[in-house]
């Protein structure tokens, strides 16, 4: 079992800036691939942002050049580095974690960007 742990979330004018947060208790953290999802309102969860097991990030159009994402072995943690904010960028933002068929979600951390 592994526990996802998001933080970061919070409100923010359109071009703000934050970084999420997700802290992993596996001790074998490094082998899983890491994921953002975000769900808006009305909307389906989509894939925002992924990290393989090498560190190689992938993105979701919509937020290719604004968006980074990062991983810190030793730290188990993944980071969501979220520039150029837009009020389309509202959602809340879910950490997952993913090794051949284990998947797992953590909570869920808020974002609002509205003025």
């Known amino acids: 079992q592994v526990q996802l742990v998001e933080s970061g979330g919070g409100l923010v004018q359109p071009g703000g800036s934050l970084r999420l947060s997700c802290a992993a208790s596996?001790?074998?953290?490094?082998?899983?691939?890491m994921r953002w999802y975000r769900q808006g309102p009305g909307k389906e969860r989509e894939l925002v942002a992924s990290?393989?097991?090498?560190?190689?990030?992938s993105y979701v159009d919509s937020v290719k050049g604004r968006f980074t994402i990062s991983r810190d072995n030793a730290k188990k943690t993944v980071y969501l580095q979220m520039n150029s904010l837009k009020a389309e960028d509202t959602a809340v933002y879910y950490c997952?974690?993913?090794?051949?068929?284990?998947?797992?979600w953590g909570q869920g951390t808020q974002v609002t960007v509205s003025s």
């Open positions: 997952n974690a993913r090794k051949l068929t284990r998947e797992f």
């Open positions: 990290i393989t097991t090498g560190g190689t990030p």
């Open positions: 596996a001790s074998t953290f490094s082998t899983y691939a």
